[in-house]
């Protein structure tokens, strides 16, 4: 997910720079998404896998 975040953000960057306002703003706000739910669902799945490692050793 954050692979996909790093592609729209560039997306995003050269839109910007060859004035295509409109899609670079909704590229980057897709990689804003893109990254912060990669962050959410990583830190669940490391809390998971915390609790389940403690529940095993």
């Known amino acids: 997910m954050i692979k996909w975040a790093i592609v ?3 997306i995003g960057l050269i839109a ?3 004035g295509f306002g409109g ?3 909704a590229a980057m706000g ?3 998404f893109l990254f912060w739910a990669g962050i959410i669902i ?3 799945l490391f809390i ?3 609790s389940v ?3 095993v050793g």
């Open 8 to 10: 729209f953000a560039i």
């Open 16 to 18: 910007g720079a060859l």
């Open 23 to 25: 899609a670079a703003g």
């Open 30 to 32: 897709i990689a804003k």
């Open 42 to 44: 990583a830190i669940v």
């Open 48 to 50: 998971i896998g915390m």
């Open 53 to 55: 490692a403690k529940k």
